[in-house]
């Protein structure tokens, strides 16, 4: 390689005359022009031009960027080799107003999405301010149709964004808490029906039970024990399909099948908010990541009025390829809202999403990357496992990283095995970003935005692969915080299942019966069990001796089929709980399985939690806090390249 790259650098040294030559003939590749106007100009060197086009034989990525990202020119300088190489000039934005009544007929988001904004008629033709002259011809067919005849002038890209946030700040604060239409998003919903339907059940419940409580009693205990069974019966599913799956692995995310591919442009969307003190170790985590400097675009997303983290990011050393994106105050603050307006300024063909405590493998866009090279054409999402760095914090986090083990390692990848609509999880998740834009993002109102952005992709026939890729995270290990995070959980599953059900028709035609059948059991089902689950523990009682209360209730051996039923579901935790921490690092929590006994009742409590706040304040983001625990994973920052 050495070799090579000293014969290649004599061959442009040798070969630039001729480049500057081309220059005029205009018959070499942009990117060669380009390099030859840099050298021209003494911005760059021949070894560097060298550098710079070596790598982007391999990467998805413009020369210009890439020289930018390697730290030989500035964007100013990039500037003025693009306005002689397209023969364009470049508008000073500090002294020359653009139109803002030509922005909105093309619209603020889709200017950032072609990287075009209409600046000024002039005579019979409008200027338009392009960062990418060398994709302009290809928007120009849409712009000719809004504004008839078009041409080109130049913008940085900094200054593009800063005109464009001037001119229409508030009308990308709106696309971003509305992008997601209203036949799909939560923000439609009547919820002051909600609130007289609750009303109306609990006051029918409450007369049910005064006039006939045993009925009442035994009516909710088969409902429960009803979706125990289907719970229970799914999760085996899962358990054998995921089982199968580890036996017989599939290809997938192997870094070795990108080694000949052409390297995308991948960015990451990290959202913080109050929380300063995760930003030092955040910046370590992410400068692991082994993916190509030059083709890693991570966003900060931080709310404009939250003050301390905006002032712990100025203070730190951020690297050419990671940029802050404050984002407009609003009532809403909400994570999905502050992807969605962070995604307008993305560079990337592939959108990551990671939260401001997690610590990803180093090799983690390698390999996603691979899965999506590898997958099919409807492959629109890949999912990685998460994972707990602080599982011996106490019992608490014990328990919360066997059932992260347990949701991660088994149940997601069989149910993806076996056909059925996979919930997202908030980080680790990577997406094709044309068909993220084609659904409209995240839903901003959706306090599960995840969960439910899973559903809409299974709605429209994409798939999601889950990829055997470890974040690590903060396991919330605080009893009244997990109670808290449980049942904003809880609540936007409620939230998920009466958007997707306002229509079951139109769902049951899209996802199929076998789909459909599996949203009830988990989103539903996950409710129900977890509001009757008293009514089931009951059963311990017959266990321990002590007698039913329904024992005279029921005929001969269904009280029997009851508790046999409520011990098959254990049996059927227990054993999901032994193969999920059938791993070297999880070993040692299996004396712990039984414990969870005692774990489980504060999802009770959550999910009554989760049911008053559905109908006071269903759009209420109740916070997680981090950053409570240190941890080995920051004791060195690898600045790596591959």
Not at 385 to 408: G, H, K, M, Q
Request: proline share 5%; with cysteine.
């Amino acid at each position: 390689m050495r070799h090579f790259r000293h014969l290649a650098k004599q061959s442009v040294h040798a070969a630039l005359p001729l480049l500057r030559l081309s220059v005029l003939r205009n018959d070499r590749t942009a990117s060669d022009r380009l390099g030859a106007i840099l050298c021209d100009m003494g911005a760059i060197t021949a070894d560097g031009l060298v550098d710079a086009l070596h790598a982007q034989t391999h990467h998805s990525a413009g020369l210009g960027d890439i020289l930018i990202a390697q730290g030989q020119i500035t964007e100013a300088t990039l500037m003025q080799a693009l306005s002689v190489q397209f023969g364009t000039p470049v508008i000073d934005h500090m002294t020359q107003n653009p139109d803002p009544a030509l922005t909105d007929l093309l619209g603020a988001a889709r200017c950032l999405a072609l990287r075009c904004m209409p600046w000024r008629h002039a005579g019979a033709v409008t200027v338009v301010a392009t960062t990418r002259p060398d994709q302009f011809d290809s928007h120009r067919p849409e712009l000719e149709a809004v504004f008839g005849p078009v041409v080109p002038a130049l913008i940085s890209e900094n200054a593009f964004h800063d005109t464009l946030l001037r001119l229409r700040r508030s009308r990308l604060k709106l696309w971003a808490e509305s992008c997601v239409s209203d036949t799909e998003s939560c923000r439609s919903m009547q919820f002051g029906g909600l609130r007289v339907g609750t009303g109306l059940f609990l006051a029918a419940l409450i007369c049910l039970g005064v006039l006939a409580p045993q009925v009442m009693l035994i009516g909710l205990m088969l409902i429960a024990s009803v979706f125990l069974a289907l719970s229970a019966t799914l999760k085996l599913a899962a358990a054998i399909a995921s089982f199968r799956h580890t036996r017989h692995p599939e290809s997938s995310g192997d870094i070795a099948d990108i080694g000949l591919q052409r390297k995308p442009v991948v960015t990451i969307l990290v959202p913080l908010y109050k929380e300063p003190e995760t930003v030092p170790r955040l910046l370590i985590r992410l400068s692991r990541l082994t993916w190509p400097r030059n083709l890693l675009d991570i966003l900060l997303i931080v709310e404009e009025g939250d003050h301390a983290t905006r002032q712990a990011l100025d203070k730190a050393a951020i690297p050419r390829w990671m940029r802050v994106v404050p984002v407009p105050d609003a009532r809403l603050k909400t994570k999905p809202r502050a992807l969605n307006y962070a995604m307008l300024f993305a560079r990337g063909t592939l959108i990551g999403v990671y939260d401001a405590e997690d610590a990803p493998e180093p090799d983690q866009i390698h390999r996603v990357v691979a899965c999506f090279q590898n997958g099919p054409a409807n492959l629109a999402c890949v999912q990685g496992v998460l994972d707990f760095y602080n599982p011996r914090s106490n019992w608490l986090a014990r328990c919360f990283t066997i059932e992260y083990a347990s949701w991660f390692r088994v149940i997601l990848p069989g149910m993806q095995r076996l056909g059925l609509a996979v919930p997202l999880g908030g980080t680790t998740l990577f997406f094709r970003r044309d068909i993220l834009e084609r659904l409209g993002g995240w839903d901003a109102h959706n306090v599960t935005e995840d969960a439910d952005l899973g559903i809409r992709l299974a709605r429209r026939g994409y798939y999601t692969q889950l990829l055997d890729t470890v974040t690590y995270e903060e396991a919330n290990c605080r009893a009244i915080p997990w109670v808290k995070q449980r049942s904003r959980w809880l609540k936007g599953y409620a939230v998920t299942w009466l958007v997707h059900m306002r229509d079951p028709r139109a769902l049951w035609q899209q996802l199929g019966a076998w789909r459909f059948f599996g949203v009830q059991v988990l989103f539903l089902g996950t409710l129900v069990q977890f509001m009757l689950a008293p009514l089931l523990w009951s059963f311990w009682l017959v266990l321990a001796g002590v007698g039913h209360p329904f024992m005279t209730a029921f005929p001969d051996g269904v009280l029997g089929a009851f508790i046999g039923l409520f011990l098959m579901s254990e049996a059927v935790n227990l054993s999901i709980g032994i193969l999920a921490t059938n791993t070297r690092h999880h070993r040692h929590l299996r004396l712990w399985l039984p414990t969870l006994h005692g774990y489980f009742p504060l999802a009770v409590l959550a999910v009554y939690k989760a049911l008053w706040e559905l109908i006071s304040a269903p759009f209420y983001w109740d916070k997680t806090s981090h950053g409570q625990h240190g941890s080995v994973l920051d004791a060195v920052a690898v600045h790596g390249q591959s």
